[in-house]
């Protein structure tokens, strides 16, 4: 199995901020990573596919880098309704592990 | 535009067998693999498995006490037996698509707790 480590688990933060949240293979994956966003109460809900590619409708600020091992979720200027899980999850083989997630807290 | 929803007990006793159903409105089951997902304090986010009309695929460390049917043409289900403490969670069913050429989720239903106790 491929195994994912996010981190941190947890960080506070102030609207504005510049917040970045990584999340690293046991292997290499190649671009095959996805981040989630997760809201209390709510779904997942996919911000970038591919490493890098941001879904319809996530606004710009989401950003994702990286390949191989090791990648970024980077969010550019934190906004009220930013704070939330985010999990990674990789697509290069069965079973399609998640990241522990990171939960984004208000400072 | 799809929609899922989970249902079945929100209890189940230890040993016994955990059952789950999906019902999906808005779309076709064909062309896509349909999965299980549960989420739980200490384990996070975990696959369980996904099954579509060309086959099924199961997350090993469910040690083959997992099952997926595909019952009609807008269900499917989740069996998992000999359930203990550490299967209590909440599970979801979501549609698997291909966004680029990585394979994520989307969209998932609502989830439904399921908690393993006497």
């Known amino acids: 199995d491929i195994q994912m480590t996010q981190s941190p688990s947890s960080l506070s933060a102030s609207v504005g901020d510049r917040v970045t949240i990584t999340c690293r293979a046991s292997?290499?994956?190649?671009?095959?990573l996805n981040w989630y966003q997760q809201k209390p109460g709510k779904v997942p809900n996919v911000l970038i596919y591919?490493?890098?590619n941001l879904q319809s409708g996530v606004p710009s600020r989401f950003s994702g880098s990286g390949s191989g091992t090791d990648f970024t979720l980077t969010i550019s200027g934190l906004q009220p309704e930013d704070f939330a899980t985010y999990f990674c999850?990789?697509?290069?083989?069965?079973?399609?592990?998640f990241g522990q997630g990171t939960k984004v807290e208000i400072k | 535009q799809v929609q899922l929803q989970e249902s079945g007990p929100g209890l189940v006793k230890p040993s016994e067998t955990l059952s789950l159903t999906c019902t999906f409105s808005?779309?076709?089951?064909?062309?896509?693999?349909w999965t299980w997902i549960r989420q739980s304090a200490g384990k996070g986010l975990e696959w369980i498995g996904r099954?579509?009309?060309?086959?099924i695929h199961y997350n090993p460390s469910l040690k083959s006490r997992a099952t997926l049917s595909l019952d009609t043409s807008n269900r499917f289900s989740l069996t998992l037996n000999s359930v203990t403490a550490a299967d209590t969670a909440v599970y979801f069913c979501?549609?698997?698509?291909?966004?680029?050429?990585?394979?994520?989720?989307?969209?998932w239903g609502q989830g439904t707790l399921v908690t393993v106790s006497s």
């Open positions: 292997q290499s994956i190649n671009n095959y």
């Open positions: 999850q990789q697509s290069y083989g069965i079973p399609f592990n």
């Open positions: 099954i579509s009309r060309g086959g």
């Open positions: 808005g779309g076709s089951i064909k062309n896509y693999y």
């Open positions: 979501a549609r698997e698509v291909v966004l680029g050429s990585s394979v994520a989720f989307d969209p």
């Open positions: 591919g490493a890098t």
